[in-house]
T-cell receptor, first 112, second 116 residues
Framework: QQQVKQSPQSLIVQKGGISIINCAYE??????FPWYQQFPGKGPALLIA?????SEKKEGRFTISFNKSAKQFSLHIMDSQPGDSATYFC???????????FGAGTRLFVKA | GAVVSQHPSRVICKSGTSVKIECRSL??????MFWYRQFPKQSLMLMAT?????????EQGVEKDKFLINHASLTLSTLTVTSAHPEDSSFYIC????????????FGQGTRLTVV
């Protein structure tokens, strides 16, 4: 499978701080980059997504930064809260089959 | 957002038996559904893609005779784990796409399968 590399594997942030998760891809055919949040025992839920023709997208406390030339994108969670503690997955998909390939995941823990 | 319902949420079965997991799109027509497998503290691994009315496309390394996928209608796909063994124990998750919603895929809540 085509890979999406995600880092860090785990992240601890103080309440109110900024959480930053990074992803990189190689397949230039990817044209849709979603981020998912998953709580234990639950399915992933879409947080925010971006297309490669946009360099940044913000929705509330969540921002995606996208660098097409570097084939990298990142998720920033501003004013991180304990309720944000979850596993976050970056992903990528292509047109046509629309298969979604997931990164390895980042376990975020926000300390109160 | 659209709702995808997966059933059952948990199932325990004896080794050698078969288990069926259902994935339903409740308020949209899902022309394409995806089945994933997730081991503890690991990522989601795509197992197969199913399109309504046609055979599923399996990812490399996934046994199609072991994991039977049926997508008989625009709102229902099923995954049957045949002759289950303890190594099949995992978290299985489906997702579905609604063409009217663009590129987003909506995920079910997952099924925890334990084979004893």
């Amino acid at each position: 499978q085509q890979q999406v590399k995600q880092s860090p594997q785990s992240l601890i942030v103080q309440k109110g701080g900024i959480s930053i998760i990074n992803c990189a891809y190689e397949n230039t055919a990817f044209d849709y980059f979603p981020w998912y949040q998953q709580f234990p025992g639950k399915g992933p839920a879409l947080l925010i997504a971006i297309r490669p023709d946009v360099s940044e997208k913000k929705e509330g406390r969540f921002t995606i930064s996208f660098n097409k030339s570097a084939k990298q994108f990142s998720l920033h969670i501003m004013d991180s809260q304990p309720g944000d503690s979850a596993t976050y997955f970056c992903a990528a998909s292509t047109g046509g089959g629309f298969k979604t390939i997931f990164g390895a995941g980042t376990r975020l823990f926000v300390k109160a | 957002g659209a709702v995808v319902s997966q059933h059952p949420s948990r199932v325990i079965c004896k080794s050698g038996t078969s288990v069926k997991i259902e994935c339903r799109s409740l308020d949209f027509q899902a022309t394409t559904m995806f089945w994933y497998r997730q081991f503890p503290k690991q990522s989601l691994m795509l197992m197969a893609t199913s399109n309504e009315g046609s055979k599923a496309t399996y990812e490399q390394g996934v046994e199609k005779d072991k994991f039977l996928i049926n997508h008989a209608s625009l709102t229902l796909s099923t995954l049957t784990v045949t002759s289950a063994h303890p190594e099949d124990s995992s978290f299985y998750i489906c997702s579905a796409r609604d063409l009217g919603q663009g590129r987003e895929a909506f995920f079910g809540q997952g099924t925890r399968l334990t084979v004893v």
